[in-house]
């Protein structure tokens, strides 16, 4: 995919599913689960012990999901996650020089921001997506919502804390994407091996996206009818 085609994906799908595993084993486990349950994107983590040699493995054997690398912490890593076939980029912080890395290799790039200035920063050094992170945390919804207001053209994908009880919030407040970590990759069934709870939780996350922006959709079209 290219980068287009990229943003156009996480737009249409809404959520980002973040794997964090122990093992190269368990993250293809949370990755295929993940897709059965109707989200073709998977975020791999550099975290994941062998995390380079996964995202080779995944693109390879689910070439109708768009696999990503994520906690990139430099841009050497970047470029090695792009060259194991990553087709985006996603950073826990603002490094500005992995940014232009991906701006100058045309890939996609979802760099960390916390702060109204840190959102600033990677949105000028050519970030695609602003990572808030961590959202929860410092205010949720209402944090989305607040940075929204002066920057509303900066599309911001929440992570952290975000769950099945409050992501439709998230997007009535305005979020592009949701980046979903272990309230999809349930632990204990990666433990147990059981495809069947992460699947389910992944088809509900896209239930409540759905609905959610259908309902942002009809409250804008009666604002401007009025």
């Known amino acids: 995919m290219n980068k287009d085609q990229v943003r156009e994906r996480i737009l249409e799908i809404g959520i980002v599913p973040v794997v964090r595993a122990t093992s190269a084993e368990e993250a293809r486990f949370a990755a295929e689960a993940v897709t059965e ?19 080779r493995e995944l693109v390879k054997a689910l070439p109708n999901v768009m696999i990503g690398a994520g906690t990139v912490m430099d841009a050497e890593i970047g470029r090695r996650a792009l060259d194991a076939g990553a087709e985006f980029l996603v950073s826990p912080g603002l490094d500005v020089k992995t940014v232009e890395m991906a701006t100058g290799s045309n890939a996609f790039m979802m760099a960390g921001a916390l702060t109204p200035t840190e959102v600033l920063q990677a949105w000028g050094a050519g970030s695609d997506f602003i990572k808030i992170f961590p959202c929860a ?35 009535l407040a305005g979020s592009a994407a949701l980046g979903v970590g272990a309230e999809l990759i349930l632990k204990e069934a990666l433990r147990e091996r059981a495809a069947g709870p992460i699947r389910n939780v992944a088809a509900r996350f896209v239930e409540v996206v759905r609905d959610a922006r259908q309902h942002l959709t009809a409250a804008r079209a009666t604002v401007g009818m009025q």
């Not at 109707?38 to 996964?54: N, R």
């Not at 410092?138 to 409050?166: E, H, Q, R, S």
């Open 137 to 171: 945390q410092v205010g949720g919804p209402d944090y989305i919502k607040a940075l929204k207001g002066p920057m509303p053209g900066i599309p911001m994908v929440p992570t952290g804390g975000v769950n099945l009880k409050n992501a439709a919030a998230f997007v």
């Open 37 to 55: 349950g109707g989200i073709p994107i998977v975020e791999i983590t550099m975290t994941v012990p062998g995390a380079m040699d996964v995202i």
